[in-house]
């Protein structure tokens, strides 16, 4: 499949100001050294605890905050390097839905303005020529003509996402990032919204990196995951090799929590001692052994390397040192993994 999106090496720090005058002595490692790519009408998922820098990731590829460093290649053009106007054109190709649908619509502005917002904005388009495609996007999200002339107070929280996802898609893009849009949803509300995005990345040819906390949902959606802690992927694989036969022992513990919903089964769950370090000082050697229950000497003075485990499986792990490093063009401290785009899921 051709690839859309090229993610290497990607790094986001913050800096940490501390005294009277502000002086930076210290940094927040967000994301460090990530990379992965994504096919067009491919859904990548991202899933790791809260704090772990997958948000961050993905307003880093977008440049919604600036990355600290490394590589983004949308349809082989680095999108880092580009000026702002360059950068404003190449926008309506890539388009967010964010968690909050209550936070991320104007109260003031009714449905029509929001969605017609893009528009205005990218397209040269007549007023009547707008009122048409916007019409077209809300039918499409599943939402009714009479609804133009609402403001976003006068919807439930389901409708107020669908109202985010039109504002999204009415530029026709090719990738879409969608940071948690179900999580703020009641369950059978989330399911509907799901199945929504399922069906117009048939229809439209879409792209989407997923993020998610929810391991459930990146089941449903993706075609391919990967698993982040303290910043880094430290699994990438098909959805059916991770949830079958998970490799790192952090993924193994997350699957562990996954209630199984049938009371004649039970599963093993894997306790993970401690808590996640302060990303301002990671621990040296692996970030996962302070609490990882498979932890070796070596994980505490070495950074693991990204390895295929096996075919196009890849792990960032010590248990995995008899494997190969998937090679990368592109030299770095942490060698992470270019992954090729594999095809399969639910989505």
Same mark, same amino acid.
């Given at each position: 499949?051709?690839?859309?999106?090229?993610?290497?090496?990607?790094?986001?720090?913050?800096?940490?100001?501390?005294?009277?005058?502000?002086?930076?002595?210290?940094?927040?490692?967000?994301?460090?050294?990530?990379?992965?790519?994504?096919?067009?009408?491919?859904?990548?998922?991202?899933?790791?605890?809260?704090?772990?820098?997958?948000?961050?990731?993905?307003?880093?590829?977008?440049?919604?905050?600036? =990355?600290?460093?490394?590589?983004?290649?949308?349809?082989?053009?680095?999108?880092?390097?580009?000026?702002?106007?360059?950068?404003?054109?190449?926008?309506?190709?890539?388009?967010?839905?964010?968690?909050?649908?209550?936070?991320?619509?104007?109260?003031? @502005?009714?449905?029509?303005?929001?969605?017609?917002?893009?528009?205005?904005?990218?397209?040269?388009?007549?007023?009547?020529?707008? &009122?048409?495609?916007?019409?077209?996007?809300?039918?499409?999200?599943?939402?009714?003509?009479?609804?133009?002339?609402?403001?976003?107070?006068?919807?439930?929280?389901?409708?107020?996402?669908?109202?985010?996802?039109?504002?999204?898609?009415?530029?026709?893009?090719?990738?879409?990032?969608?940071?948690?849009?179900?999580?703020?949803?009641?369950?059978?509300?989330?399911?509907?919204?799901?199945?929504?995005?399922?069906?117009?990345?048939?229809?439209?040819?879409?792209?989407?990196?997923?993020?998610?906390?929810?391991?459930?949902?990146?089941?449903?959606?993706?075609?391919?995951?990967?698993?982040?802690?303290?910043?880094?992927?430290?699994?990438?694989?098909?959805?059916?090799?991770?949830?079958?036969?998970?490799?790192?022992?952090?993924?193994?513990?997350? @699957?562990?929590?996954?209630?199984? =919903?049938?009371?004649?089964?039970? &599963?093993? &769950?894997?306790?993970?001692?401690?808590?996640?370090?302060?990303?301002?000082?990671?621990?040296?050697?692996?970030?996962?052994?302070?609490?990882?229950?498979?932890?070796?000497?070596?994980? @505490?003075?070495?950074?693991?390397?990204?390895?295929?485990?096996?075919?196009?499986?890849?792990? &960032?792990?010590?248990?995995?040192?008899?494997?190969?490093?998937?090679?990368?063009?592109?030299?770095?401290?942490?060698?992470?993994?270019?992954?090729?785009?594999?095809?399969?899921?639910?989505?």
């Amino acid at each position: 499949m051709p690839e859309l999106l090229d993610v290497r090496h990607l790094v986001k720090h913050f800096p940490v100001r501390r005294g009277l005058l502000g002086r930076r002595n210290a940094k927040v490692h967000a994301v460090d050294d990530v990379s992965f790519s994504l096919a067009e009408n491919e859904t990548l998922g991202l899933v790791g605890e809260s704090g772990c820098g997958k948000s961050t990731t993905g307003f880093s590829i977008l440049r919604l905050i600036e =990355p600290t460093g490394g590589e983004v290649r949308f349809q082989g053009q680095n999108i880092l390097m580009l000026d702002p106007e360059p950068l404003r054109r190449l926008r309506r190709k890539m388009q967010i839905v964010f968690q909050d649908p209550f936070g991320s619509l104007n109260p003031r @502005l009714t449905v029509e303005r929001i969605v017609e917002e893009p528009l205005l904005n990218h397209e040269a388009l007549s007023a009547a020529a707008r &009122r048409v495609r916007v019409k077209e996007t809300l039918e499409m999200v599943g939402l009714l003509p009479e609804h133009l002339t609402r403001f976003p107070h006068e919807f439930s929280g389901g409708q107020r996402q669908r109202i985010c996802v039109a504002r999204a898609l009415v530029l026709r893009p090719k990738l879409v990032v969608g940071d948690e849009p179900v999580s703020a949803l009641d369950v059978s509300v989330r399911a509907q919204v799901l199945n929504l995005l399922v069906e117009l990345q048939r229809r439209l040819n879409l792209s989407y990196l997923f993020i998610s906390h929810d391991l459930a949902v990146i089941r449903y959606v993706s075609h391919r995951v990967g698993v982040m802690y303290l910043g880094q992927i430290v699994e990438l694989a098909d959805v059916k090799a991770i949830y079958a036969r998970p490799l790192h022992p952090y993924t193994r513990a997350l @699957l562990s929590a996954v209630p199984v =919903p049938d009371p004649r089964r039970s &599963r093993q &769950r894997i306790l993970i001692k401690g808590d996640v370090p302060s990303p301002i000082d990671p621990p040296p050697g692996c970030r996962f052994h302070p609490r990882c229950p498979e932890v070796m000497p070596v994980c @505490l003075e070495q950074a693991p390397l990204t390895r295929a485990a096996e075919l196009n499986h890849l792990v &960032r792990c010590h248990l995995y040192d008899r494997h190969d490093v998937w090679n990368s063009p592109f030299p770095a401290s942490t060698s992470d993994a270019l992954n090729p785009s594999t095809q399969g899921g639910s989505a």
